[in-house]
């Protein structure tokens, strides 16, 4: 069984200053993990995923991922935050069997100050 | 994403009334969900389906029912609303595969949500 555990409920960063939104996550197997983002009243959005390739991805929108298997972590970053980065995130974690389902984080608020 | 719709993206009920959430998707996925959004609780699944004949329960699936008419379409019944099902209700479709042993893909693509109001 998978699970997933975003660290943070809410985070605060000024306009220009980077961003860490954190994801700690369990599988049983060699999992897929993902970052989607939600803008007010908008659905979700796939920001980047992690498919066993490259364990650093990049995602859209200047953002990016590190899946770190020693700590279980996959923590979204981006070097200068910008005032429509503000929305919720989720961290999601899929497992590698086909019978697994897909497991959400409860979500990062993201709150950008000027 | 356009690819994936819900009917209707808005609606007020009252309690008692049977509702029903419709999905469909053109992006030609065999797996689809139904979610719904509640603040702080993140999305939490209500039913899945891994193709047309295999219907699975989420982790909150009381109170709901669900029919997968076709590939293209999943809806969520509501047979009697009550206040606590209001809430944000996303549906997704996903593109399971295998990419090597004991890993695979699974990439969701959410429709627009649908609001719903239980008074």
């Known amino acids: 069984a998978q699970s997933v555990t975003q660290l943070d409920s809410h985070v605060s960063v000024s306009e220009g200053t980077p961003v860490l939104l954190r994801c700690n996550y369990s599988?049983?197997?060699?999992?897929?993990l993902f970052w989607y983002v939600q803008h007010p009243n908008k659905g979700l959005q796939l920001l980047l995923k992690?498919?066993?390739?490259?364990?650093l991805v990049k995602g859209i929108n200047g953002f990016e991922a590190e899946f770190k298997k020693s700590e279980t972590s996959f923590h979204l970053t981006k070097p200068s935050a910008h005032m429509s980065d503000a929305a919720e995130y989720f961290c999601?974690?899929?497992?590698?069997?086909?019978?697994?389902?897909?497991?959400f984080g409860k979500g990062t608020r993201l709150h950008i100050l000027p | 994403d356009a690819d994936v719709t819900q009917t209707p993206r808005n609606r007020i009920t009252k309690t008692g009334k049977r509702i029903m959430l419709e999905c469909s998707q053109t992006?030609?996925?065999?797996?689809m969900y139904w979610y719904r959004q509640d603040p702080g609780l993140g999305l939490r699944l209500i039913y899945y389906?891994?193709?047309?004949?295999?219907?699975n329960k989420g982790e909150i699936s009381d109170g709901y029912s669900v029919s997968r008419q076709a590939q293209a379409k999943f809806s969520l019944s509501l047979e009697s609303a009550i206040p606590n099902q209001t809430a944000l209700y996303f549906c997704?479709?996903?593109?399971?595969?295998?990419?090597?042993?004991?890993?695979?893909?699974?990439?969701?693509?959410f429709g627009p949500g649908t609001r719903l109001t239980v008074l």
């Open positions: 389906s891994f193709d047309v004949k295999d219907i």
């Open positions: 997704a479709t996903s593109d399971w595969g295998l990419r090597g042993i004991g890993s695979s893909t699974d990439t969701q693509y």
């Open positions: 992690y498919t066993s390739a490259a364990t």
């Open positions: 999601v974690v899929s497992g590698g069997n086909r019978d697994d389902k897909i497991i």
């Open positions: 992006k030609g996925h065999d797996r």
């Open positions: 599988s049983s197997y060699s999992p897929s």
